[in-house]
C-alpha cells in the first residue's frame, strides 16, 4: 500500500486550521488590550504632570500644540507644549472642554464632514485631509487664511471660514456654505484642535513637509 502524502491528509489540515485558529484568536485578545490602553483618551491630570498619552485629554485645548520631528521613529509626532489661550482662555476646564469637543465630534458627523474630507484616516479625498488642519502653517500667524480672515488668531480665523467658507475661495473645490453657527465653530474649531494632538505614527504622511508645519513655525 502507497504511503499517503501529508499534504492530502484531512487530519492534517484539519489539526493545522485548528492551530492556526487557536494562535489567530489569542494574538487578536493580546492585540485588543494592548489597543486599548493606547487609544483610551487622557484626562487633565496627565496634562498638568507632563505624561504624554497618544490621545490627550480634552483640555489639551488649553495648550499650544507642535508637529517636531522624532528621529527614533522616523517620522513627525505632536509635541503638547506650554499653555496658550483658546478664545480668549487657557483655563477650559475638564467638563467644558469635553463639552465642547462633544459638540464639534456631533458637527462634523450631523455636516458629513467625511464626505469631502478625510478625518483620521476616515472620508474622501475630495478636499483636504483635516487630521493635522490645526497645524497647517496657513492657518498661522502671518499665515494665507489668517490674513484672508483678518483674524487675529489662529482659532477665530479657522471659526470665520467655517462659517462663512463662499467668502474665502481657497481651492478650485469650494466648500459649500452648510450653515454652522458660532457655536458650532467654535466646537469643530476644537475638535480640530485635538484631533491634531493625537498621536498617529506620522499619519496623514508627508504632511510634515509643508513648509512651516514641523516645530509649529
Known amino acids: 500500500m502507497a504511503?499517503?502524502?501529508?499534504?492530502?491528509?484531512?487530519?492534517?489540515?484539519?489539526?493545522?486550521?485548528?492551530?492556526?485558529?487557536?494562535?489567530?484568536?489569542?494574538?487578536?485578545?493580546?492585540?485588543?488590550?494592548?489597543?486599548i490602553p493606547q487609544i483610551t483618551m487622557g484626562n487633565d491630570a496627565d496634562l498638568q504632570s507632563g505624561v504624554t498619552k497618544r490621545v490627550p485629554g480634552p483640555t489639551v485645548i488649553n495648550y499650544k500644540i507642535t508637529y517636531e520631528m522624532d528621529k527614533k521613529r522616523g517620522h513627525e509626532i505632536p509635541v503638547i507644549?506650554?499653555?496658550?489661550?483658546?478664545?480668549?482662555r487657557d483655563d477650559w476646564s475638564e467638563e467644558e472642554a469635553a463639552a465642547l469637543l462633544h459638540l464639534g465630534k456631533l458637527g462634523s458627523q450631523a455636516k458629513n464632514c467625511m464626505n469631502c474630507h478625510t478625518l483620521l484616516g476616515n472620508g474622501a479625498y475630495y478636499a483636504p485631509d483635516l487630521t493635522k488642519s490645526w497645524l497647517d502653517p496657513a492657518w498661522q500667524a502671518n499665515g494665507s487664511m489668517q490674513a484672508m480672515t483678518g483674524k487675529s488668531t489662529k482659532e477665530e480665523a479657522m471659526a470665520e471660514f467655517l462659517q462663512?467658507?463662499?467668502?474665502?475661495?481657497?481651492?478650485?473645490?469650494?466648500?459649500?456654505?452648510?450653515?454652522?453657527?458660532?457655536e458650532e465653530a467654535k466646537g469643530l474649531v476644537a475638535f480640530l484642535k485635538h484631533m491634531s494632538s493625537i498621536d498617529t505614527n506620522g499619519f496623514p504622511r508627508n504632511f510634515g513637509k509643508i513648509q512651516g508645519a514641523v516645530n509649529g513655525k
Open 3 to 35: 504511503k499517503k502524502s501529508v499534504w492530502s491528509d484531512n487530519r492534517f489540515w484539519q489539526r493545522s486550521a485548528a492551530w492556526i485558529t487557536g494562535f489567530a484568536s489569542i494574538l487578536l485578545i493580546w492585540l485588543t488590550f494592548d489597543t
Open 81 to 88: 507644549g506650554e499653555k496658550e489661550k483658546f478664545f480668549g
Open 164 to 182: 462663512h467658507p463662499s467668502q474665502y475661495p481657497t481651492h478650485a473645490r469650494m466648500m459649500p456654505n452648510l450653515g454652522i453657527t458660532a
